[in-house]
């Protein structure tokens, strides 16, 4: 390598080194794992908006051998990918947080009582990846991203850690992530916020859902909510519960869509956490 072609890589580094750090603890991407991924783009397309990108790859990590991606994507944003993975235990959603070091972090969720999936892998042209499971069974993604795209916030609001009671594993989040459950004195409030520093990345909230409980959940941003949940019955969807988030200050709904995944749909498609 030239002198030139080593500062040009020095300069690189420094920048994928600064662009990482403002993401760093915040939920990057999503995954869908889906048993029938045309249905879930049927259902997301007519309930939020979504378009989709279709990305071929000839080694795919959730499948082996060549596979399509398929790239959700609103205003221009892609904030999530749809799946049918070769794993039958893998179904719903997975968030996946900004880490700086991937394969320390797998390390470390081991020592936390969490479990290691799928162990480390590269992506090209996206950055490190790996799957994990916390103590409680809830799986959530981590990534090192080695692209200049910022963290996407239209498709997503703040995610959610449903559970069927109040058993969140604080220190197992809190030492790999830096998020702190924000819990009040008042022991009844089933929803509790869960931030990062003076940012919120998430809410906990305790409600009984299915077998497949505890689970990371988002909340999809809907620009006209009342149609939003019409389109979810149309689709032989469930809306589960519907209340007013008190965190966003907007109306929020738990839905389980045609294929069975549960996610929540926020009243409002504004920037936000994510």
Same mark, same amino acid.
């Given at each position: 390598?030239?002198?030139?072609?080593?500062?040009?890589?020095?300069?690189?580094?420094?920048?994928?080194?600064?662009?990482?750090?403002?993401?760093?603890?915040?939920?990057?991407?999503?995954?869908?794992?889906?048993?029938?991924?045309?249905?879930?783009?049927?259902?997301?397309?007519?309930?939020?908006?979504?378009?989709?990108?279709?990305?071929?790859?000839?080694?795919?990590?959730?499948?082996?051998?060549?596979?399509?991606?398929?790239?959700?994507?609103?205003?221009?944003?892609?904030?999530?990918?749809?799946?049918?993975?070769?794993?039958?235990?893998?179904?719903?959603?997975?968030?996946?947080?900004? +880490?700086?070091?991937?394969?320390?972090? /797998?390390?470390?969720? $081991? *020592? &936390?009582?969490?479990?290691? !999936?799928?162990? =480390?892998?590269?992506?090209?042209?996206?950055?490190?990846?790996?799957?994990?499971?916390?103590?409680?069974?809830?799986?959530?993604?981590?990534?090192?991203?080695?692209?200049?795209?910022?963290?996407?916030?239209?498709?997503?609001?703040?995610?959610?850690?449903?559970?069927?009671?109040?058993?969140?594993?604080?220190?197992?989040?809190?030492?790999?992530?830096?998020?702190?459950?924000?819990?009040?004195?008042?022991?009844?409030? +089933?929803?509790?916020?869960?931030?990062? /520093?003076?940012?919120? $990345? *998430? &809410?906990?909230?305790?409600? !009984?859902?299915? =077998?497949?409980?505890?689970?990371?959940?988002?909340?999809?941003?809907?620009?006209?909510?009342?149609?939003?949940?019409?389109?979810?019955?149309?689709?032989?969807?469930?809306?589960?519960?519907?209340?007013?988030?008190?965190?966003?200050?907007?109306?929020?709904?738990?839905?389980?869509?045609?294929?069975?995944?549960?996610?929540?749909?926020?009243?409002?498609?504004?920037?936000?956490?994510?």
């Amino acid at each position: 390598m030239t002198k030139q072609g080593k500062y040009r890589y020095l300069a690189l580094m420094l920048r994928g080194i600064a662009m990482n750090s403002d993401k760093t603890g915040r939920i990057v991407w999503h995954d869908l794992f889906t048993a029938d991924a045309h249905l879930s783009q049927s259902f997301y397309e007519r309930v939020a908006g979504w378009s989709y990108l279709v990305e071929h790859a000839t080694n795919f990590a959730w499948g082996g051998g060549e596979g399509d991606y398929i790239l959700s994507v609103l205003s221009n944003e892609a904030g999530a990918g749809i799946v049918e993975p070769n794993m039958p235990h893998l179904r719903g959603w997975v968030p996946y947080v900004e +880490v700086d070091d991937v394969d320390q972090a /797998a390390e470390r969720c $081991v *020592g &936390l009582c969490g479990r290691v !999936v799928k162990p =480390p892998f590269e992506v090209p042209g996206v950055g490190r990846n790996c799957l994990l499971c916390d103590p409680n069974g809830a799986f959530v993604g981590i990534c090192f991203s080695r692209h200049a795209f910022p963290a996407p916030t239209k498709q997503f609001g703040p995610e959610v850690y449903l559970s069927q009671s109040n058993d969140y594993p604080d220190d197992f989040y809190d030492e790999l992530f830096g998020w702190k459950r924000q819990t009040e004195s008042n022991r009844d409030d +089933v929803t509790h916020s869960i931030m990062r /520093a003076d940012a919120n $990345v *998430g &809410l906990n909230h305790t409600a !009984v859902v299915d =077998p497949w409980s505890p689970i990371w959940v988002p909340s999809v941003r809907v620009g006209k909510f009342a149609h939003a949940l019409d389109q979810v019955l149309e689709m032989n969807g469930e809306i589960v519960s519907q209340q007013k988030c008190k965190f966003e200050k907007h109306d929020i709904a738990l839905i389980r869509e045609t294929n069975g995944t549960y996610s929540y749909l926020l009243d409002q498609q504004e920037n936000g956490t994510g």
